[in-house]
């Protein structure tokens, strides 16, 4: 079982629906990550908190709102969604960014856009 | 951005047989990892390796870090079904805005 937790599992949402992907960790970790992931390819960095303070945005659609309200809670807030955002979107956690110990992410929420 | 270089795309090997898989890059890593991913799951840490020459063990899998830090090679034996998944390498950096670099994964089949 992953110490990352992802909610909801599956989300199915139209173009001009707004939701909330929600992901905790109790590892005290004090980095965190969003990722997308489309099938049969690697993750791709959106987003890294660190100590709840944006660190890095990599170039992402403002259409993604990352928020991170205390050190074990992270969420992307998600508005007008085009349908080539649909894809698994992966949290991951680690000790800090920067440190050498590796992330360990959740299952994930599978994102359909209608 | 960079990717790890990871090939063949797909493998297929028989129950029973061991299985290599490398990964390499241009540039040199402080921290190599690999990673499982099953269908409808996250990845899943198999192996982490933190120093040039590293040779770690966890059950049937094996992973080395390579001297000159710019690959890594991952080692099943005695493969069974389970075995099935998208294996991904992973490369870090020490550093502030460290990220993870990922290979593109190979796709493990295990026949029985």
């Known amino acids: 079982d992953t110490e990352v937790t992802q909610t909801p599992k599956h989300l199915v949402m139209g173009m001009t629906n707004k939701k909330s992907l929600k992901c905790e960790q109790h590892?005290?970790?004090?980095?965190m990550y969003w990722y997308k992931q489309k099938a049969k390819k690697p993750p791709e960095l959106m987003f890294v908190?660190?100590?709840?303070?944006?660190?890095i945005n990599e170039s992402v659609p403002s259409r993604f709102s990352p928020e991170c309200p205390n050190s074990s809670l992270l969420n992307l807030h998600l508005h007008a969604l085009q349908p080539e955002d649909s894809a698994l979107y992966l949290c991951?956690?680690?000790?800090?960014?920067?440190?050498?110990?590796?992330?360990?992410f959740g299952d994930g929420t599978r994102l359909s856009i209608l | 951005g960079q990717q790890l270089n990871q090939s063949p795309q797909s493998m297929f090997i028989q129950e029973g047989e061991d299985v290599s898989m490398n990964c390499t890059s241009s540039?040199?890593?402080?921290?190599w990892l690999w990673y499982k991913q099953d269908p409808g799951e996250g990845p899943v840490l198999l192996i982490a390796?933190?120093?040039?020459?590293e040779l770690t063990s966890n059950g049937r899998l094996t992973a080395q870090f390579g001297i000159t830090r710019k690959d890594s090679f991952l080692n099943i034996s005695a493969s069974i079904p389970s075995d099935v998944g998208i294996y991904f390498c992973?490369?870090?950096?020490?550093?502030?805005?460290?990220?993870?670099?990922f290979g593109k994964g190979i796709t493990l089949s295990v026949r029985p």
């Open positions: 991951a956690s680690s000790q800090g960014q920067g440190h050498n110990q590796p992330q360990h």
């Open positions: 992973a490369g870090q950096r020490t550093g502030a805005n460290s990220k993870l670099t």
């Open positions: 540039s040199i890593f402080n921290t």
């Open positions: 908190y660190s100590y709840e303070k944006l660190s």
């Open positions: 390796l933190y120093k040039a020459g």
């Open positions: 590892m005290g970790h004090r980095a």
